[in-house]
T-cell receptor, first 114, second 115 residues
Framework: DSGVTQTPKHLITATGQRVTLRCSPRSGDLSVYWYQQSLDQGLQFLIQ???????AKGNILERFSAQQFPDLHSELNLSSLELGDSALYFC?????????????FGSGTRLTVV | AQKVTQAQTEISVVEKEDVTLDCVYETRDTTYYLFWYKQPPSGELVFLIR??????QNEISGRYSWNFQKSTSSFNFTITASQVVDSAVYFC????????????FGSGTRLQVQP
């Protein structure tokens, strides 16, 4: 168990719908990162939050948004879903705002859009 | 811009063979970190090693070893006496001390170890 908890593990939804993925970071970690792993794009960085504030943005679509709450858990919201959004979504956490010893990844949420 | 290239898409070996997974990286930064992650069939990403750009010492951990060569911008990973449990996708990744502070991953190498 990495200490980073992602829920749900699996999600199947229809095109056009909206879903929320949840991530609880490892105890003591202030940074949360979201990554998407798809067959055509590989592993891509989406967004980072540190202590409740957005810190870095990657290749995140406008239909996607995220936030980090006061208890440091984070949610990734995906709306107007398309077939191409089907992917494995990983959350990772670290103590510092900038990488120190590396990330600890959660086990991922597998999203299937049908 | 940063880039990580894993030219080997898939490698198949027979158990007990040694296998080397190649990783070539590009970055303009002088301070950076290189990583290897393992993704078994269950899907999670398992951290294997982190190496900073100032430490070119090779590292050995059991059957795993890593060869970091700045001169060729490579960070190769060798599994000695491979086992079926080593079957997984292996990712090399890079993060620099400036910029987005996010991991740039290679496309991964799928390793199949046959019994």
């Amino acid at each position: 168990d990495s200490g980073v908890t992602q829920t749900p593990k699996h999600l199947i939804t229809a095109t056009g719908q909206r879903v929320t993925l949840r991530c609880s970071p490892r105890s003591g970690d202030l940074s949360v990162y979201w990554y998407q792993q798809s067959l055509d794009q590989g592993l891509q960085f989406l967004i980072q939050y540190y202590n409740g504030e957005e810190r870095a943005k990657g290749n995140i679509l406008e239909r996607f948004s995220a936030q980090q709450f006061p208890d440091l858990h984070s949610e990734l919201n995906l709306s107007s879903l398309e077939l191409g959004d089907s992917a494995l979504y990983f959350c990772a956490s670290s103590v510092a705002e900038f990488l120190d010893d590396g990330y600890t990844f959660g086990s991922g949420t597998r999203l299937t859009v049908v | 811009a940063q880039k990580v290239t894993q030219a080997q898409t898939e490698i198949s070996v027979v158990e007990k063979e040694d296998v080397t997974l190649d990783c070539v990286y590009e970055t303009r930064d002088t301070t950076y970190y290189l990583f290897w992650y393992k993704q078994p069939p269950s899907g999670e990403l398992v951290f294997l090693i982190r190496r900073n750009s100032f430490d070119e010492q090779n590292e050995i951990s059991g059957r795993y070893s890593w060869n970091f060569q700045k001169s060729t911008s490579s960070f190769n990973f060798t599994i000695t006496a491979s086992q079926v449990v080593d079957s997984a996708v292996y990712f090399c990744a890079l993060i620099s001390s400036t910029g987005r502070r996010a991991l740039t991953f290679g496309s991964g190498t799928r390793l199949q170890v046959q019994p």
